[in-house]
Structure formats: structure tokens, C-alpha cells
């Protein structure tokens, strides 16, 4: 594990961003654009701030999953990684090169979504902003984990795209959004548990609600840090340095 | 003491992929300084070997010491470059980033991404993104990044495919420098009139060496006029039904 390889990685990676002003537009703009939409199509202040929070999680946490599947996928299939396999590069360097440029990332993209909706839309928290920008940068970095997990099991990104339900989708409807975990029938329930996508919405409902950071906040941020590092850690042994 | 270790030494390779036999009980030494050319048919495991040689292909039997360590040790990570056949690169950066990246990773000095970019002859190109670079191009960047930190050993796979004469000839000219340096080559290609350029010849096929030999020595001793003749004469020995 070397810091300057690391750090020569997310600068790679955001020059690649750079360099791709589509996507850095879709990436800032989309959950913004979600967020005026969902704000009018309620047209009620009371239902916005308990859905609004939810969503703040949930964008980064999908789109993260999405562009470091595909991604990372590109980097498997386009021989680089081979490449960097014959290098002095570490696998905690590739993975952590990108934890800390999409880190980055998802800083700026819950920042611009978050001030839009805090000035604009008229979005009211009752718990610390910092908390929500803590609980929804975890929530990209739970995503981006993820999806460099996700993409080893993908040959093409026809079929890294389709793991963006496979894997997200059930999250989303078991994770409390629709309907309350604890309206659920038990098996449901027990399913929900185990899931990441649970904590985080649960994390963003707290921030929501609660003047202060409480201690089942942090309990939520502990479990999806905790997701993360094992995702992050199942990703680094799906890399390789040898091949058939 | 150093230099009389190889640079390659490689016992009774076998390698199987999918239940299929693709290097068949390999054995050859590669001396410091020297090029050595593999040639041979697409599919007769000349990338195979390679990748043997960088340490990323998972072997079945035999050992691969390059520069005195086990193939893909850790120490051996700085000390050979290696170019694939398809380009591995970031098609999305510019040339002269990718060069920076790499050299960051192998810690080459900062002055070695100039200096390969200008070695392959791409320094008109240094700021163009690598996806609008012709396939030449770009295979000349990918080239760029094996020379990175000056290792000892090169392993490039088919480097001056799609080249122009002139472009070949210039690529030859740096490899014939650079093992004058006391660097190590290790080149394939499909093209017999690139072969006549290196030390010594491997002609491969399905796995096996046909012959070993400077290319001068296999056309005398195959009474063959060039090399295409001599390869050509090769098999036909070895299926046992002489030409």
C-alpha cells in the first residue's frame, strides 16, 4: 500500500471525469433535477421533508453503484488493470484511488443537491446539516463499494448496467422507503435487516427527525461503514494479479 | 555476479487453459542485453508466454525466473515493462496524462514522461486525448508506457503492428539502442522481416518451439533463402512429411 499511488489514482480518476463533461453534468445535475421534480410533484412541504432526506441518500447511493460498476468493468476489459496488476500498484491503492475520487465526488453532488434544496425548495431539516452530508457521502461510498464488487461478476456492461436493479432495486423497496421496516411480514423484515440500503435510509429518516446526532444515528453509520469496508474487501480479493 | 544471472530462464513450462494444453513443457534462457524474437502463427501461445514472463498467467507446471526472482515478485514490478498487443491504456486521457499516471505508479522520475512520449515519436500528439489517436498512434502510446522507468526487461507483445515502414524501422532502431544499454528484449510479432532484426529467434506453433537459433543460423541450416522459407520448411519437418 503505497499513499502516493493512491492519490496518483484519484487524480487519474478525476481527470477522467475531467475530461467527460457529459457525465459530470448527469452526475451533478440528475439527482438536483430529481429533487426539484419530487419537491413539485408532492407540492407539500410536510410530505417533502420526509421523503427529500430518503432521496438525498438514495441518489448518490445508486448513481455511485453505477458508475464504479461500469467503471471499473472498463478497466477490467480494456487490460489497464492487468496493467496496473504488473506494477507496483497495491490492490488497497486502486480500491481506495477510487473510494477517494468518488468520495470526492459525492461530496460535490449531495452539496449541490443539498443546497438546492435547503434554499430553494425550502427543504426542513431538524437535525445538523453536516450529518446528512456524513450519513449521504457514506451512503455513495456504500454504493461505489458496491458496484467494484458488483462488476466482477460482469462480462460486459450490458450486463453491468442490468446489476443496477439486481442488485439496488430490492434494496430500495425492502429499505423502509415504501413502507415502514416494521410494517413488513417477519421474513421481510429479517431480509431488510441484513441489507445496507436499510441503514442508510434509516441513517437519512434520523437526520430528518432528530435535533441531535443520536446514538442509533451513529449505530446507522457504523453498520454502513461497516458494509462498505466488506464490500470494499470482497471487491479487492475479486482483483487479481494472476489469470488463466 | 549480477550480470551473468539471465534475464529470462524458463524450465518446463506448461500452461492449460480450459482443459487445453497451450504451452507444451517450455525451456529456454534469454542472456542480459540480448533481443529475442517469438514468431509465430496468432494463437500459438506467444502472448501466453509473455504473460508467463510478467507473472500474470497462472501456470500448471515449470518455473519462470526473470532477473533472477520468480516471475511477478514484487521486486520485479519496477524492473519490467510490458506491452499487451491490444492497447491498455485510458482512452479518456490525454497522452501525456496517461504517461504521468503511469510514472506515478512505478515512481519513474517525472522527466521519463517526456522522454518516452518523444521515444515513440508521439510528441506532436502529447496533449491529444488517447481515443481520437489513430490505431498506430495509439499503439505507440501503449509502448510508451512499458519503457517507463527504464526497466531492464521488456516483454512486448506484437509492438509495431499497424506500423508504417518508417515507424518500424525507427522502433527497431530504439530497441537495437536500448539493448545496447544492456537492456533485455523480448518482442513478438507475426512478421518475418521483423525477426531478421533480433538476436536470436523462437519459432513458435501450437505451443511448441520449431526452432531456436539467430535468424541467419536457421536459414543455413534449414538451406532455406529467407526466413519465411525456413519457418515454412520448419513445419512440414515436424508434421513428418519433409518439402
Known sequence: MSLSITLATTRRILAQLRHDHRTLALLIGVPSLLMILLRYVFDQPVLFDRIGPLLLGLFPFVIMFVVTSVGTLRERTGGTLERLMTMPTGKLDLLLGYALAFGLLSLAQVGVVLLISLTWLGLDLSGPVWSLVLVAVLDALLGMALGLFASAFARTEFQAVQFMPAFVLPQVLLCGLFIPRDGMATWLRVISDVLPLSYAVDGMQRVSREASFSSSLLWDVVVIAAFTLGALALGAATLRRRTA | ?243
Open chain 2, 1 to 243: 555476479m549480477m550480470s551473468s544471472v539471465p534475464a529470462v530462464s524458463v524450465q518446463g513450462l506448461r500452461v492449460e487453459r480450459g482443459g487445453r494444453t497451450v504451452l507444451r513443457d517450455l525451456s529456454f534462457e534469454v542472456p542480459r542485453g540480448s533481443v529475442l524474437g517469438l514468431i509465430g502463427p496468432s494463437g500459438c501461445g506467444k502472448t501466453t508466454l509473455m504473460r508467463c514472463l510478467v507473472g500474470v498467467q497462472i501456470v500448471k507446471a515449470g518455473t519462470v525466473t526473470v532477473l533472477g526472482e520468480p516471475a511477478g515478485s514484487k521486486g520485479l514490478r519496477r524492473r519490467v515493462g510490458y506491452a499487451t498487443q491490444t492497447p491498455a491504456v485510458y482512452a479518456d486521457l490525454s497522452v501525456r496524462e496517461n504517461m504521468r499516471y503511469f510514472a506515478a505508479v512505478l515512481g519513474a522520475p517525472r522527466t521519463d514522461v517526456d522522454r518516452v512520449i518523444d521515444e515513440v515519436g508521439l510528441g506532436h500528439h502529447r496533449d491529444q486525448v488517447v481515443a481520437t489517436l489513430s490505431g498506430g498512434q495509439l499503439n505507440r502510446a501503449n509502448l510508451a508506457v512499458a519503457l517507463l522507468g527504464d526497466p531492464e526487461l521488456l516483454v512486448l507483445d506484437e509492438p509495431t503492428v499497424g506500423l508504417d515502414p518508417v515507424l518500424r524501422e525507427e522502433l527497431w532502431e530504439l530497441f537495437r539502442e536500448l539493448s545496447g544499454r544492456g537492456r533485455t528484449l523480448v518482442v513478438s510479432s507475426h512478421v518475418m522481416d521483423e525477426a531478421v532484426r533480433t538476436d536470436r529467434l523462437l519459432l513458435m506453433r501450437e505451443g511448441e518451439f520449431l526452432a531456436d537459433g539467430a535468424p541467419d543460423e536457421l536459414t543455413r541450416l534449414t538451406g532455406t533463402a529467407d526466413l519465411e522459407a525456413a519457418f515454412l520448411h520448419l513445419i512440414h519437418e515436424h508434421a513428418g512429411s519433409p518439402a
